[in-house]
Nanobody
């Protein structure tokens, strides 16, 4: 199983980015998926998750600004990020697994840098 995250980059505060996560060896629609991030000097934290059934959950810090979605035909998971803030700067990872609490597959991460 391989997950590949992409779409990171440098953006000004208030801007938008869309991250993508593609996979081989796993079908996203049959698994829970999620986006996590690790900011410099901090532990990895949950950003957003999406269950097999389509239920979503977001960190309070990103509610109303980020949206997780899944394209089953493309076997791709997205994280649409809007109104970005400097504190959103982090390496973003996509994960997948049988349950939200059991993310066992991880991508390599994509760096998002938000300038003030």
């Amino acid at each position: 199983v391989q997950l590949q995250a992409s779409g990171g980059g440098l953006v000004q505060a208030g801007g938008s980015l869309r991250l993508s996560c593609t996979a081989s060896g796993i079908i996203f629609s049959s698994n829970a998926v999620g986006w996590y991030r690790r900011a410099p000097g901090k532990q990895r934290e949950l950003v957003a998750t999406l269950t097999r059934g389509g239920s979503t959950n977001y960190a309070d810090s990103v509610k109303g600004r980020f949206t997780i979605s899944r394209d089953n035909a493309k076997n791709t998971v997205y994280l649409q990020m809007s109104s970005l803030k400097p504190e959103d700067t982090a390496v973003y990872y996509c994960g997948a697994g049988p349950l939200v609490a059991a993310m066992i597959y991880w991508g390599q991460g994509t760096l998002v840098t938000v300038s003030s």
